[in-house]
């Protein structure tokens, strides 16, 4: 299964990184949002694990884009914030996120919900 990591933040990319590897995943990380959608384009992903927060592109916004287009669709999607207040899990889940998961990440916490969000896909 092939993971795109989107994230600003370093620590928070390599931590994902790492532990999604570690779990025998194909991980790519991207820093920003139009990194992102380069990637998915170039090469589809068969879910993305999205930060919220990016300094190009409000995180809502992506996942609609994502959602939306016909080739793209059917990627899933987990959302990270660390401002719940501002991203509630209904809106994320109302954009189109099939998780949702608050920051600071857990290391367990990530491979569990990657896991089960990946055995829906199949």
């Known amino acids: 299964m092939k993971i795109l990591v989107v994230d600003d933040e370093p620590r928070s990319l390599k931590l994902a990184h790492a532990v999604l590897m570690s779990e025998g995943y194909d991980v790519s ?18 879910l993305i694990l999205l930060d919220l927060v990016l300094p190009d ?16 669709h059917d990627i899933q ?9 501002r991203f509630t899990e209904a809106a994320v889940m109302e954009a189109g996120a099939e998780a949702y998961i608050v920051k600071p990440l857990n290391t367990r916490g990530i491979s569990e919900l990657v896991n089960e969000v990946a055995k829906k896909r199949l």
């Open 57 to 72: 592109m409000d995180g809502l916004a992506l996942i609609r884009q994502i959602k939306s287009n016909p080739e793209t």
């Open 29 to 46: 990380p991207a820093n920003g949002a139009r990194a992102a959608l380069t990637m998915i384009r170039e090469d589809k992903p068969d």
């Open 77 to 85: 999607i987990i959302a990270i914030t660390a401002f719940p207040d």
